[in-house]
């Protein structure tokens, strides 16, 4: 019955299914359709724009932190801290070396906006948390990821 219930919450999460098919699409086909890449090519181009806007409009109706300052705290330590030792791990168990388990974890430091919606959507943490946390993972990103790849450098 658990499992069930997962795979139901997995199907109704439309960001997981996104990317699901995305990855069987990619993995059906050697090439991305000129279409589809032109597509990708545009959206991203509007990528930093349309997130300069959202935040713009975030903080003229919300404070800097708009969520408990423990919820924040322990937020943003699971999102940039927690969640790359977690791939540091899936990469030692996947046996990935060198510079593919580099990139893993430092991939995981990024701020997505589909991994906070998602932990604070499944979590009921709200609105609030998920707005502070992409915004402030989005600040933090560029310490951390110096960090971690100083980490990564020295213990090889």
Do not use: D
């Not at 000129?34 to 990528?47: H, R, V």
């Not at 919300?62 to 408990?68: A, K």
């Not at 946390?133 to 960090?147: D, G, Y």
């Amino acid at each position: 019955k658990i499992i069930i219930e997962i795979l139901s919450t997995l199907i109704h999460n439309m960001f997981l299914v996104g990317i699901v098919v995305g990855f069987i699409y990619l993995a059906i086909t050697s090439k991305v359709c000129t279409f589809l890449y032109q597509l990708t090519t545009l959206l991203s181009n509007f990528f930093l724009h349309f997130s300069l806007f959202s935040v713009g409009a975030y903080l003229s109706s919300q404070s800097l932190i708009s969520c408990n300052w423990m919820v924040f705290l322990f937020s943003l330590v699971g999102r940039l801290i927690v969640g790359p030792v977690l791939a540091g791990v899936f990469c030692y168990a996947l046996k990935f070396h060198g510079r593919l388990a580099h990139q893993c974890i430092v991939i995981a430091t990024m701020p997505t906006r589909v991994t906070c919606a998602a932990i604070t959507e499944n979590e009921g943490l709200g609105v609030g948390v998920s707005s502070a946390m992409i915004m402030w993972s989005c600040v933090f990103m560029v310490p951390m990821v110096v960090l971690w790849m100083w980490v990564l450098n020295y213990t090889h």
